[in-house]
Structures are given as C-alpha cells and as structure tokens.
C-alpha cells in the first residue's frame, strides 16, 4: 500500500506527470471498506487527489457513497439487467444472486445526491459517475435490456453507459465460434438495432442515451450521426500517463497485463516496479506490446494482444462488436438525414 502510494507520488515529484489519479480495480474494492478507507486516507497524504473506484455496487450504501463524493472517489458502476445478472452468476444460486442484483439496484438511487454534490464544483458529469456493461458470449441476448434499465434509472440521464467486452485467450475461443453461428450474430445485431432505436428516441425527446464502446475507443452513435464517423483514439497513454501495477508491485503498460495468466508473458511486457522505479527496456516494451501501425479493424492493440497473443490479430469481440454497432449507427445516421435531428451534446 505504502510503496505504491509512494511511487505514485515519486511521479509528480519527478515530474513525469502533473497529479496522479488512481484506479482501484478489483475483485470488489469495497468489501473491506475499512481498509479501503486507510488505503484512500494514505494514497492522500501521499499526495493523491483522485481516485476512481470500480464497483458492482453490491458493497456499497449511502455512508460509502458519500465519503466517495467527499473524497473525490469516482465511481464506475458495473452492471447488467437483472435478467442477465441471475441467469449468468457463476454460483447458480438464483435467490443469492437475485438478492444480490436488488442490493445493486438499490444502491443506484444513492448517487443522485452524489451528483449533485459534484455539480457544486461545476464538474463534468461524465467524469463523475460511468456505468459499465460487461459483454461475454453468454450475455449478448441482454445487451439492450441492460443498457435500457441504466438509461431509465434514476442516474440515467448522468451516467455515461461504457459496453465493455470481457476478453482472454478462452474467452477469444468462445467469440469465434460466436462469430460462425448466424443466428448468435444476428441476436447481437438484434441487440444494437434495439440500442439505436432507445437513442433515437431519446433525441426526439431531449433524453441523451450517452453511452460508448469501451472506454480506449471514441465510438458511440452521435459521431457516426454527425458525420465524423468511426474514430479511434491515437493515444491511450498506456505505460506513460496510465500505468498497470499488480499485487505485488509490478509495473505494466496496461492494467490488464497484470491479470494475463502465464507469467513469462508478464515478465517480457513488465517496465519496472513501485520499488525500483521504472525499467529500462520500459520503452522497447512498450512499443512492443502496443503496436506502432494503425488498426483497420478498430480494435484496440492491447485487447489483441490479451485475446489473440498478436497485435495484428484482432480480438474476435471487437469485430464482432463493431460489425454490429456501425450497422446500427448507420441506421441512426440514415433515420437523422431523412428526419434532421441534432446529435445530443456531449
């Protein structure tokens, strides 16, 4: 805990970078909120300003939501309908899980006061408070329903809804065979068409759907809409303004290495530790693990390389993703011109 409050403060010490924000991922950040609060009260003396916080929800009340505003702890909320949620807990146990979507549920309605407590500021929502839907292969078939009871719920016209597709090597097995079987493909179409369908009616009645595909790519229907198109982030920041540390302090390029499961795969893209600082191979490791060319396929290098082992094979989900997104954006694009709308602001 010391060592990489430490190091991060070392950061703008040095200055490498101007102030830090840190990301707390999990497991659940929030089920030892003690500890929690000591690490945050830690990290600030260290010289922290900022933090967000990725949270199903399902630890969390209206005391925990509070300090997070007080704190400046923004939140990312991790969710999926209810329908989805129950169906796909790895416990099969349906009253638990049931209990546990209700608690994570109940525990939207305690971010109102949260944003307006930041609205004081004159901060931007979006900065405030997320909510990421997780897509796996098994989940497809709820996409709409979920994005739908974020877009209805009592934060949803200030919540940014982030479709975040899950990814491993297994898991890149289970998108391709998706990818092959038609009537899986024409489901996930089904889904998006429905999406576009609840952003164009929210446009017609002044009630923005904001919502993206991951968090690295600058894809959602208004930049389709308004003629911009697809567009890919250039720069992520991966292993300079944004850095991955595991459990044991290792530093990565990107947080999802520090999940990756061999450990020789680890050790060739590792630049440092909150020990020692930053390697000196931390550059060629870097351009290595991120690619230097553009992606025709709009697919982030880094989930290439997690899915598929290549940066220039890209991850089964993403195409699929996108294939369905840009025929459903190019629906929404085509509803506009023929009945003129403006793109909701952002």
């Not at 060629?284 to 390389?305: D, P, R, T, V």
């Amino acid at each position: 805990m010391g060592a990489i409050t430490e190091f991060a403060n070392s950061l703008v010490r040095d200055k490498f970078c101007s102030g830090i924000v840190l990301a707390l991922e999990g497991g659940e950040p929030t089920l030892d909120k003690a500890r929690f609060k000591k690490f945050v009260k830690y990290a600030q003396k260290a010289g922290v300003k900022e933090f967000v916080l990725c949270t199903n929800g399902s630890n969390l009340d209206k005391e925990m939501v509070d300090y997070l505003a007080a704190n400046k702890i923004y939140p990312v909320i991790s969710f999926e309908s209810k329908k989805s949620f129950v169906k796909n807990r790895a416990s099969h146990n349906l009253r638990i899980a049931e209990e546990m979507w209700n608690k994570i549920d109940s525990s939207l309605a305690f971010f109102v006061p949260f944003l307006a407590f930041y609205n004081k500021d004159k901060l931007d929502s979006f900065d405030v408070i997320r909510g990421r839907i997780t897509i796996t292969p098994s989940t497809i078939g709820y996409l709409a329903d979920s994005v739908r009871y974020l877009y209805e719920s009592s934060i949803g016209a200030k919540i940014l809804i982030t479709l975040m597709p899950a990814m491993s090597k297994e898991l890149d097995k289970e998108w391709r065979a998706l990818a092959s079987d038609k009537k899986s493909v024409a489901i996930l179409e089904n889904e998006f068409k429905k999406i576009a369908e609840l952003y164009l009616w929210g446009l017609e009645n002044k009630k923005p759907l904001n919502f993206c595909v991951n968090e690295c790519l600058s894809l959602n229907f208004t930049n389709l809409a308004s003629g911009e198109g697809l567009k890919q982030v250039p720069f992520c920041g991966a292993g300079n303004n944004l850095i991955g540390i595991d459990m044991k302090g290792a530093l990565y390029p990107c947080y999802l290495l520090s999940a990756a499961k061999t450990s020789a795969f680890r050790e060739r893209f590792k630049i440092g530790s909150v020990f020692r600082g930053f390697n000196g191979n931390r550059t060629k490791a870097i351009n290595e693990f991120c690619g230097k060319k553009q992606n025709k396929q709009f697919s982030c290098l880094y989930w290439n390389w997690f899915a598929s082992g290549s940066p220039d094979k890209p991850a089964a989900a993403y195409k699929l993703l996108f294939n369905a997104w840009e025929k459903a954006a190019l629906r929404v694009r085509k509803e506009l011109k023929e009945k003129p709308a403006k793109p909701a602001a952002r």
